[in-house]
C-alpha cells in the first residue's frame, strides 16, 4: 500500500501542467482526454449497429470522462475538474438574462430555478451523493450579484462610494467566515483501546482508571454504586457501549454526536449535513493520511455542521443576509426610485422598458428568494440553539413522537439539554472551545484505522 501511495506521489513530482495521474494510475496527458476509451468505441459501434447498449459500458464512458476532465495546473500537474461545479457558472447567466426579457418569462424561471434545485437537493440527499452543485451555487451567486452590482447598478450614479465600500467589505466578510466553517466540525476520532476491537469497548482497560476510559462515560461506577452489583453494572455498561458504537467508524461516540452517512463520518454534536461547505478542510489531521488514499477523512469530512463550525457557520448566514439585504433595498431604491422598498419587488412601473434595469430587478428578485430561504433556516438554528436542540435530534425526536412542536414545526423543544434560554446561548458560544487538539496517538490511532479500511 505504502510502496504504491509512494510511487504515485513520485510521479505526480515529475508531472507537468497538463500531465496527470489516471483512476489506472497510469500517466496521462490531458491532449488525448478524447483518445483511448474502449467504453466510447463499444458504444458508438452499438448505436452505429443499432443494438441495445449495455449498461456497464455507459457506466465505463461516464467514469473515463470524470477522470479526463482535468484542467492544466501550475504544479501537481493537471487538476481534476468535478462537473458538477459546471451547470451553475452557465444555468445561472442564462436564466437571469432570458428572465430579464420579459415579465413573463421571468415570473416562470424565478418560479421554475428553486423548483430544480430543490429537486435535485432531494434527488442527491436520498441518494446519498457528495456534490460541489450547491457550493457552486452559492459561491457563484454571490460572485453574479456582486459584478451585476459594480457593472449595472453603480455607473447609474444613484450608489456612492460609501455604500459600495460597505457592500464589498460585507462580500469578503461572508466569504472569510464562509472559510472558517469550512475547517473540520468536530470528528470523534477513533482511540488505540477502540479501534479493532469488539471486547474492550465493552469494559474499562484494568491497568487504567475507569474515569479516563478513552473519554467514554464511566457508566460502570455509576450503576455500581446505585445498585451494588457489579455484573448489573457491566450489562448496562454493554447496553450503552452498543447503542453508541458506531460499526462504521468504530468508535464510541459521546452524548449528541451522530453519523453522517453522506460523509461516513461520526461528528461531535451534529446538527446538520450541509450541501454548501463541501471542500477539503485545512485540518491538520490529513495530512497524515495522505499516505493511504482511500483514508475516509481526507477531503470529506467538511461538509457537517458541528461543534467544532455551528457558530462560524450562524455568522456565515448573518454576514450574507446583512450584506445581501442591504445589497437588494440599493438596487431597488436604483430601479425603482419612486416606490417604497417594501413594496418596490411587487409594482415597479417601467421597469421592462429598459433590459438593464429589467436584469437589476430580476437580480433583485432572485437574491430575495435566495435570502428568503436562508433567512428561514437562520430563524430555524437560532430557535434550536434557544432551546439547546439540534437539527439532527429534533428530527428524531419528531419522527418518535417524543418531543414538543408549536407554531407547525418550526419550534421544537425536546426537554432533553435545554437548561434555560440564557444557559443554552452560554453553552453554545463556549462549545468550540473545549475541543482539544488531536494527540500524536490519536494520529497515530487515525493512520492504523485508514491503514484497516484499506
Not at 473515463?64 to 492544466?72: A, E, K, L, W
Not at 452543485?133 to 459594480?150: D, E, G, N, Q
Not at 457593472?151 to 456612492?160: A, H, I, M, N, S
Not at 425536546?414 to 463556549?430: A, H, I, K, L, P
Request: glycine residues 6%; charged residues 20%; positive net charge.
Amino acid at each position: 500500500m505504502k510502496k504504491r501511495a509512494k510511487k504515485v506521489l513520485e510521479e505526480e513530482e515529475g508531472l507537468c501542467c497538463c500531465e496527470y495521474v489516471n483512476r489506472r494510475g497510469e500517466r496521462s496527458h490531458v491532449a488525448a482526454c478524447c483518445c483511448d476509451c474502449e467504453g466510447l468505441d463499444d458504444a458508438c459501434d452499438r448505436f452505429l449497429k443499432r443494438e441495445p447498449q449495455k449498461p456497464e459500458s455507459l457506466s465505463q464512458v461516464a467514469e473515463v470522462v470524470t477522470d479526463r476532465i482535468r484542467v492544466p495546473w501550475l504544479w501537481g500537474g493537471a487538476r481534476k475538474l468535478e462537473l458538477s461545479i459546471i451547470p451553475p457558472l452557465i444555468l445561472l447567466p442564462a436564466l437571469l438574462h432570458l428572465a430579464a426579457v420579459h415579465f413573463m418569462l421571468g415570473l416562470v424561471v424565478l418560479t421554475a430555478l428553486p423548483g430544480l434545485v430543490l429537486w435535485y437537493y432531494y434527488f442527491t440527499h436520498r441518494k446519498k451523493g457528495r456534490t460541489l452543485f450547491f457550493l457552486s451555487l452559492a459561491l457563484f451567486s454571490l460572485a453574479y450579484m456582486y459584478y451585476l452590482f459594480i457593472t449595472e447598478v453603480l455607473p447609474r450614479g444613484d450608489v456612492g462610494l460609501l455604500q459600495v465600500v460597505v457592500v464589498s467589505v460585507g462580500v469578503v466578510l461572508t466569504l472569510l467566515a464562509l472559510i472558517h466553517t469550512k475547517r473540520e466540525p468536530g470528528i470523534v476520532r477513533p482511540n488505540q483501546e477502540a479501534v479493532h476491537s469488539t471486547v474492550t469497548y465493552y469494559t474499562p482497560l484494568a491497568d487504567k482508571d475507569p474515569s479516563l476510559n478513552g473519554g467514554r462515560q464511566d457508566v460502570t461506577m455509576t450503576v455500581s454504586s446505585r445498585m451494588g452489583s457489579w455484573e448489573q453494572a457491566e450489562v448496562e455498561m454493554k447496553e450503552s457501549s452498543q447503542k453508541n458504537w458506531c460499526t462504521v467508524c468504530r468508535v464510541v461516540r459521546p452524548p449528541r454526536a451522530g453519523h453522517c452517512r453522506i460523509c461516513g463520518v461520526c461528528v461531535l454534536r451534529l446538527d446538520h449535513h450541509c450541501v454548501c461547505v463541501t471542500l477539503g478542510s485545512q485540518y491538520n489531521v490529513l495530512s497524515v493520511c495522505l499516505c493511504v488514499p482511500s483514508c475516509p477523512y481526507g477531503g470529506r469530512i467538511n461538509s457537517c455542521v458541528g461543534q467544532a463550525n455551528h457558530r462560524s457557520f450562524l455568522l456565515t448566514l448573518g454576514l450574507f443576509l446583512l450584506t445581501s439585504l442591504y445589497g437588494i433595498s440599493l438596487v431597488l431604491q436604483s430601479v425603482c426610485p419612486r416606490q417604497n422598498l417594501l413594496t418596490a419587488l411587487l409594482y415597479c412601473p417601467g421597469v421592462y422598458n429598459q433590459y438593464s434595469t429589467a436584469l437589476c430587478f430580476t437580480c433583485a428578485w432572485y437574491s430575495s428568494i435566495v435570502t428568503g430561504g436562508l433567512l428561514h433556516l437562520l430563524l430555524v438554528q437560532v430557535i434550536n440553539v434557544s432551546y439547546n436542540v439540534t437539527e439532527r435530534e429534533a428530527r428524531i425526536a419528531l419522527r418518535e413522537k417524543t418531543a414538543r412542536s408549536a407554531f407547525w414545526g418550526l419550534v421544537v423543544d425536546t426537554g432533553v439539554y435545554s437548561r434555560g434560554f440564557r444557559d443554552n446561548w452560554s453553552e453554545f458560544m463556549t462549545m468550540g472551545d473545549k475541543l482539544s487538539p488531536p494527540s500524536p496517538a490519536d494520529l497515530v490511532a487515525l493512520v492504523d484505522d485508514c491503514k484497516h479500511r484499506e
